[in-house]
C-alpha cells in the first residue's frame, strides 16, 4: 500500500486523470437519469475526496498535479463572453433593468452574509472569506487574501454555491415564478456565479448569455463595495 501511494502522489498525471475520469463518470449519470441531484462537479468532487481519504494522498499533491486544469479557469471565464455577445440587443433593450438586478443581488448577498455571520457569532477572517461566495474564484481568493481572510473557506464557499446553485436553480425560479428568460439568467449569474451560469445555458441562450454578463459585472460590484462590508465587523 506504501508503495502504491507513493507512486500516486509523485505520478504526474495521476490527478489530472482521476479529475477528468471522476467527472465524466457524473457527466454520464446526469445524461442517463437527468435529474439535478446528479452534478458532475458534486459527484467528481465526492469521488476525489473519497480516493485522496482512502489512499491517504496527500491534498497539497492533487493541487499542485491539477494545476494545469485550474490555469484554464481564467480563459473559460473569458469565452463566457461569446454568448453575450450573441444577444447584445437584448442586453441594451434591458440593460437598467440588468443592472439594477445585478446590483440588488450582489447587495442581498454580501448583507446576509454580514446578518448569518453576526447571527453565528463568526470571526472576521470567517466573515471575509465566506464575503465573496457568489463570485468567480479567482476574483474570490484574491479579494480574501487582500483583506485577511481564509482563502482555503472562500474556495469552499463559492464551490458550495455554485453547486447549489447549479442543483436548484430551476426549482427556485419555479418556486418564485420568474419566467422572463433575461431575469432568469441575471437572477442565477449573480448567486452562483460560472458554475449556475452552465445551468442557465441549459435552459436557453438568453439566459446563459444574460448569466454571463452578470458573472462579470457581479464581480466588479462585489470588488466596489467589498471593502464597506469588510469594515462592518
Not at 48 to 54: D, E, P, Q, T
Request: hydrophobic share 55%; glycine share 8%.
Amino acid at each position: 500500500m506504501e508503495t502504491l501511494r507513493t507512486f500516486l502522489n509523485d505520478s504526474t498525471f495521476f490527478y489530472v486523470f482521476l479529475t477528468l475520469i471522476t467527472y465524466g463518470f457524473g457527466v454520464m449519470l446526469k445524461n442517463k437519469f437527468k435529474h439535478p441531484v446528479f452534478n458532475p462537479l458534486l459527484i467528481s468532487t465526492a469521488l476525489c475526496i473519497a480516493v485522496i481519504l482512502i489512499f491517504k494522498l496527500d491534498a497539497a499533491k492533487y493541487k499542485q498535479g491539477t494545476k494545469f486544469i485550474s490555469f484554464l479557469l481564467t480563459p473559460v471565464t473569458v469565452c463566457l463572453a461569446i454568448p453575450l455577445y450573441e444577444q447584445f440587443e437584448k442586453l441594451k433593450d434591458n440593460w437598467l433593468a440588468i443592472l439594477l438586478g445585478i446590483i440588488s443581488g450582489v447587495v442581498t448577498s454580501l448583507s446576509l452574509v454580514f446578518g448569518m455571520c453576526l447571527a453565528f457569532g463568526l470571526s472576521k477572517p470567517e466573515f471575509i472569506a465566506l464575503l465573496p461566495k457568489s463570485i468567480t474564484t479567482p476574483i474570490g481568493i484574491a479579494m480574501s487574501e487582500k483583506f485577511a481572510g481564509i482563502p482555503s473557506l472562500t474556495v469552499a464557499a463559492i464551490v458550495i454555491t455554485g453547486i447549489v446553485g447549479n442543483i436548484f436553480a430551476e426549482l427556485i425560479l419555479k418556486v418564485f415564478r420568474i419566467t422572463h428568460p433575461v431575469a432568469k439568467g441575471i437572477a442565477i449569474g449573480t448567486s452562483s456565479h460560472a458554475l449556475g451560469t452552465a445551468k442557465a445555458m441549459e435552459i436557453g441562450e438568453v439566459e446563459g448569455a444574460m448569466s454571463s454578463l452578470s458573472v462579470a459585472v457581479a464581480g466588479i460590484i462585489t470588488v466596489i463595495l467589498f471593502s464597506f462590508y469588510a469594515k462592518l465587523m
